[in-house]
């Protein structure tokens, strides 16, 4: 990505002289413009608080409109009506892309820039949706070849398969641009610009790039963990491995400069989880899904109620997950480089 130069060497004189003598020249900047400004726009902690608050203000202007359409149980306790998943996960996802472009428009850079670069979008989603449903079923296959999982019954048939299953892959779709978009979409950007700044400026250009990504990942992946935590039937083994997913879709991100297999992965992993296995999703379970199946043994190996993500045996499918992208997705983007945008316009250069 080019970076731009500072506004002091970008000015031009007035008035078409070609005597740059008469240029007036760039007056002092105040100490509040430095406060909420540096050498590549605003600031990163300023960005990610108007972002979240942003977001948070369109949750508020919609959730009325939401529980109209899909009111919410009671307890968590209940399995998920697709309905309340499609509405609840859209409505989610339109408030951070909403949030994410008015950030692009403040920040004078393109949506694209957090994650949503076209360049083989589709392969990459693709991709994502293939891998997802591929290791998810290699985990089921691995805990019912070891006895921590039995198959009851087949709940669906017929038509009430290609219903349950398209509605809950479009659920599921939404819940994979909602959480992809959130945890490493503007915040990871802006976070890993914001600390590689800071790495740059104790220690030196060199890797300054890298260590704001990876560190920027490490923080969200841990709080896309955490944020998990109140969902019923979760253990720390599953939280850990929500965080460790999430370090994976990072590593997607790394490699590619776009959201776009992550988000296939999340979909259909969910999606096989929940509907097609009918597996507790991170302790919760669908309504309508194709399997009826229990667990079996210890909840450390067998995930307990937490579902297959409870499971020590994730570890090495995640590392195949790791293995894939890898091997599979072509190092397009020249590590995941947050781009400098244009400094701050003339009219705030305040004296």
Same mark, same amino acid.
């Given at each position: 990505?080019?970076?731009?130069?500072?506004?002091?060497?970008?000015?031009?004189?007035?008035?078409?002289?070609?005597?740059?003598?008469?240029?007036?020249?760039?007056?002092?900047?105040?100490?509040?413009?430095?406060?909420?400004?540096?050498?590549?726009?605003?600031?990163?902690?300023?960005?990610?608080?108007?972002?979240?608050?942003?977001?948070?203000?369109?949750?508020?202007?919609?959730?009325?409109?939401?529980?109209?359409?899909?009111? $919410?149980?009671?307890?968590?306790? !209940?399995?998920?009506?697709?309905? /309340?998943? &499609?509405?609840?996960? =859209? +409505? @989610?996802? *339109?408030?951070?892309?909403?949030?994410?472009?008015?950030?692009?428009?403040?920040?004078?850079?393109?949506?694209?820039?957090?994650?949503?670069?076209?360049?083989?979008?589709?392969?990459?989603?693709? $991709?994502?949706?293939?891998?997802? !449903?591929?290791?998810?079923?290699? /985990?089921? &296959?691995?805990?019912? =070849? +070891? @006895?921590? *999982?039995?198959?009851?019954?087949?709940?669906?048939?017929?038509?009430?398969?290609?219903?349950?299953?398209?509605?809950?892959?479009?659920?599921?779709?939404?819940?994979?641009?909602?959480?992809?978009?959130?945890?490493?979409?503007?915040?990871?950007?802006?976070?890993?610009?914001?600390?590689?700044?800071?790495?740059?400026?104790?220690?030196?250009?060199?890797?300054?790039?890298?260590?704001?990504?990876?560190?920027?990942?490490?923080?969200?992946?841990?709080?896309?963990?955490?944020?998990?935590?109140?969902?019923?039937?979760?253990?720390?083994?599953?939280?850990?491995?929500?965080?460790?997913?999430?370090?994976?879709?990072?590593?997607?991100?790394?490699?590619?400069?776009?959201?776009?297999?992550?988000?296939?992965?999340?979909?259909?992993?969910?999606?096989?989880?929940?509907?097609?296995?009918?597996?507790?999703?991170?302790?919760?379970?669908?309504?309508?899904?194709?399997?009826?199946?229990?667990?079996?043994?210890?909840?450390?190996?067998?995930?307990?109620?937490?579902?297959?993500?409870?499971?020590?045996?994730?570890?090495?499918?995640?590392?195949?997950?790791?293995?894939?992208?890898?091997?599979?997705?072509?190092?397009?983007?020249?590590?995941?480089?947050?781009?400098?945008?244009?400094?701050?316009?003339?009219?705030?250069?305040?004296?």
């Amino acid at each position: 990505m080019n970076f731009q130069q500072p506004l002091s060497s970008q000015r031009e004189s007035t008035g078409g002289s070609a005597n740059t003598a008469d240029a007036a020249p760039p007056g002092p900047r105040s100490i509040v413009f430095d406060i909420f400004f540096g050498p590549d726009g605003l600031r990163a902690l300023w960005g990610i608080l108007l972002f979240l608050a942003v977001r948070r203000v369109l949750i508020y202007a919609i959730y009325p409109l939401v529980q109209v359409l899909a009111p $919410s149980p009671a307890s968590m306790d !209940v399995p998920i009506q697709p309905r /309340l998943m &499609l509405v609840h996960e =859209a +409505a @989610g996802f *339109l408030c951070v892309i909403a949030a994410t472009w008015l950030m692009a428009v403040v920040e004078r850079r393109r949506v694209a820039d957090y994650g949503y670069s076209p360049r083989q979008s589709l392969r990459n989603l693709a $991709s994502g949706l293939a891998c997802g !449903v591929a290791l998810l079923s290699l /985990l089921i &296959l691995m805990l019912h =070849a +070891a @006895g921590l *999982l039995a198959f009851d019954a087949r709940l669906l048939s017929g038509a009430g398969i290609l219903r349950f299953g398209a509605v809950w892959l479009a659920g599921f779709l939404f819940v994979g641009l909602l959480e992809e978009s959130f945890s490493r979409g503007y915040l990871q950007y802006t976070l890993s610009r914001g600390i590689g700044g800071i790495y740059r400026l104790w220690f030196g250009a060199e890797h300054a790039n890298a260590a704001g990504f990876w560190i920027a990942a490490f923080i969200l992946s841990f709080a896309f963990g955490f944020g998990h935590r109140t969902n019923p039937g979760e253990s720390p083994l599953g939280l850990l491995s929500v965080g460790a997913a999430g370090f994976l879709f990072c590593f997607s991100l790394w490699r590619t400069g776009s959201l776009w297999w992550a988000i296939g992965f999340h979909a259909s992993w969910d999606w096989a989880q929940s509907f097609l296995y009918g597996v507790p999703d991170s302790g919760l379970m669908a309504q309508g899904h194709l399997y009826a199946t229990h667990p079996a043994g210890r909840p450390y190996l067998s995930g307990g109620l937490t579902g297959p993500e409870g499971s020590i045996l994730l570890l090495p499918v995640m590392l195949a997950g790791a293995a894939v992208i890898l091997l599979t997705l072509p190092h397009t983007h020249s590590g995941y480089m947050p781009a400098k945008t244009a400094p701050p316009p003339a009219a705030l250069d305040l004296p």
